[in-house]
Every structure is written in structure tokens, then in C-alpha cells.
């Protein structure tokens, strides 16, 4: 080959390289793959006053610092399509708190006041889940708490316990508030007067483990939202319950002054209730006066596995799959609340 053919070869594969070059770079530059996580909710994040709280969960893991906390099997965010709700999640049988035998995935207060003091609690609740399993018989069965206000001092008793209960193959439940006496003496003969908001109060049983009562006509389904208020002003409790379709109900309760302590005064629905446990105490004249207080909020599961024949009233023999938490989930055995919005804060003069 000559050297002017040799030229003109070079030249044309140096115009061809110079032309893909321009090419290229009219081609827009490959994107790159820039994926980014979504950031966690966490239930701070749907109701902020979680720093005034800690928790218990329902295997016994505890927490005082709530800020961008989250347990995703007990206490974590869920949307239901719109709107993000804090779950409550606990089994018929975990890890249990010191004053219980009933597991429980709970806030508990940090600040403690006297009913003199006061305080006040509100939330926007649904509940998602109660047992399955339970005897018909027993008044704890299927029954799950969603507030409270729980003594410190004395015999550590609950002025205040919400109740939502809804027996097996009910399409509605009841919403009902007990008042546990603060016992006078030793704390054997305590119990709990039941007072209904929509439905039955908790005297309402089956007359075998496996038989129910009639459906309440006026009771409040799964998934239904409502929502409370716990107004403790000057040593008088002070409670509204509110939910769409529903009577909006109050009520007032004397925290300072004992409406139950002379034996005359028990209720005929404790004398029925309780006859079979033998609980007919009485109550300090000054009830709660001058004893320290909390407030709760969430699943307190009253579910449990102990043996209905003896305690009618709160072993409800459920189904607990000898612990196991991730077999009683799969079974129905578990309690789960959501909330939507909770304050907490200083009790206030009543409207």
C-alpha cells in the first residue's frame, strides 16, 4: 500500500471516530438509580406527646424514651388508606407487668399528680382485635382496655379502667368504665363496679363457656372509631365518650368521697357478680384522696390462660399456645388498638 492511500485510510476512520463522538454527545446522560428509602413513621411522629410516657409491651421489652421509637410487633404506625393510626399490639400470654398477670403493650405516664391536682387524657380510638378464645362465663373474657388511671400509693388499685369487650361471632361489642374500690383493709375483698357507655357493662356473661348473651342492639363494632375523655379537676373525675352514630355519654365520679364504704352500699351487681370469688369489701371513706396517680393508654389485654374455676371473674382460660406469641397472632389470640390522636396534660374546670 502507498503512502497516500495509507493517508487517506487514516483519515477517514479519524472522521468516522469524530462523528461518534458528536453523537454521543447529543445522547441525554443515563440517569442514574438515585433510590432513596422512605423515612420510618414512628408513633411520636402521629401522636408527639410520646415523650411524656414509657412503655410495656407485650413480651416484656420496656422503654422511657419514646422520641423515634418503635417495636414492630407490639407498638409501630399503620395507615389504614388515609390516615396514620399508633397500634397497640399484645398476646393472651407474654411477659407481664409487676402488678398484673395480664400482658399488656401500654403507655404509662411519667408524671404522677394527685386527684386534688388533677390531669387530663383524651384519645381517638378503634379497636382492631380482642381474643377469640375465652369463657363466655368469665367478665374479663374478650375484653381489652384502652385507658386507665392507676393508682401508686396504697394497694395500687384503678380508679378509672375503659373497657371495649365483644363476644365471639358479635358483630358489635360494648365500650364500659370500671371504678375499683380503693379497699379499706387488706385488699382481698376489692372489686370493681362496671358502668356501661354503649352496650353492656361487664356483669353482662354467658350462662356456659360457650353460650352468649344476645347481641347489644346499641354497641359499638370493631374498627368503629370513638373517642374519650378523662378530666380529673379538684378531685372529681369528669368522662365524655363521643363516636359518630353513637350518644354522646358523660359521666362523674367522686375521687375524694366513697360512695361504697359501709356493706349497705355494695352494689346488687357485685353481690351477684362477685359471689362466687367472695369479694364484698368496702371502701376507705376518702377513697382516693392524697395517692399518687397515672394515667395509661393502649392494649391492657385481659385475656388470659388461668383457669375460669377459680376466679370467675378474671381467669378466662383462653387459648395461649403455651406462650408462643407468634402462634396466639395466628390464632386470634391477641388484642390490638389504634389511635389516631391522645393529649395529655393539666386537669380543667368542667363545662
Not at 410516657?53 to 389504614?80: H, P, Q, R
Not at 371495649?164 to 379497699?183: D, M, Q, R, V
Amino acid at each position: 500500500m502507498n503512502i497516500k492511500n495509507s493517508k487517506s485510510i487514516f483519515q477517514f476512520f479519524l472522521m468516522i471516530g469524530f462523528m461518534a463522538a458528536l453523537t454521543s454527545c447529543d445522547k441525554p446522560a443515563k440517569k442514574s438509580e438515585n433510590k432513596t428509602t422512605k423515612a420510618t413513621v414512628y408513633p411520636s411522629d402521629v401522636i408527639p406527646f410520646m415523650d411524656e410516657w414509657k412503655i410495656l409491651c407485650g413480651d416484656g421489652t420496656a422503654s422511657k424514651d419514646l422520641v423515634n421509637f418503635e417495636n414492630k410487633d407490639y407498638f409501630y404506625v399503620s395507615n389504614d388508606g388515609t390516615t396514620n393510626w399508633v397500634v397497640y399490639k399484645t398476646p393472651n400470654s407474654g411477659i407481664t407487668s409487676r402488678t398484673s398477670s395480664n400482658t399488656r403493650t401500654e403507655l404509662g405516664q411519667k408524671k404522677y399528680w394527685k386527684p386534688m391536682e388533677g390531669g387530663k387524657l383524651t384519645g381517638t380510638a378503634k379497636v382492631m382485635h380482642v381474643s377469640t378464645t375465652g369463657d363466655a362465663r368469665v367478665a374479663a373474657s374478650y375484653a381489652v382496655v384502652v385507658g386507665q388511671i392507676h393508682g401508686n400509693d396504697g394497694h395500687e388499685n384503678e380508679p378509672l379502667k375503659i373497657f371495649y369487650k365483644k363476644f365471639p361471632g358479635h358483630k358489635k361489642g360494648s365500650l364500659y368504665w370500671n371504678y375499683e374500690i380503693n379497699t379499706e383493709g387488706d385488699n382481698s375483698g376489692r372489686w370493681d363496679f362496671s358502668t356501661a357507655v354503649w352496650g353492656y357493662d361487664m356483669s353482662v356473661i354467658g350462662s356456659s363457656p360457650t353460650t352468649y348473651p344476645e347481641e347489644p342492639s346499641d354497641g359499638i363494632a370493631l374498627g368503629e372509631e370513638f373517642s374519650y375523655e378523662i378530666n380529673v379537676y379538684e378531685g372529681i373525675m369528669y368522662l365524655t365518650f363521643t363516636s359518630e352514630g353513637h350518644e354522646t355519654k358523660k359521666f362523674t365520679k367522686n375521687l375524694l368521697k366513697s360512695e361504697f364504704s359501709k356493706k349497705e352500699d355494695i352494689p346488687q351487681q357485685i353481690l351477684t357478680l362477685y359471689a362466687s370469688i367472695g369479694r364484698d369489701g368496702v371502701e376507705k371513706e376518702n377513697a382516693y384522696a392524697g395517692e399518687l396517680q397515672n394515667f395509661k393508654q393502649g392494649a391492657y389485654n385481659q385475656t388470659n390462660g388461668k383457669n375460669p374455676e377459680d376466679n370467675l371473674v378474671w381467669y378466662t382460660g383462653s387459648e395461649t399456645y403455651d406462650g408462643d406469641i407468634a402462634k396466639q397472632y395466628a390464632n386470634g389470640c391477641f388484642a390490638e388498638v389504634w389511635f389516631k390522636e391522645a393529649t395529655v396534660g393539666a386537669g380543667t374546670a368542667p363545662n
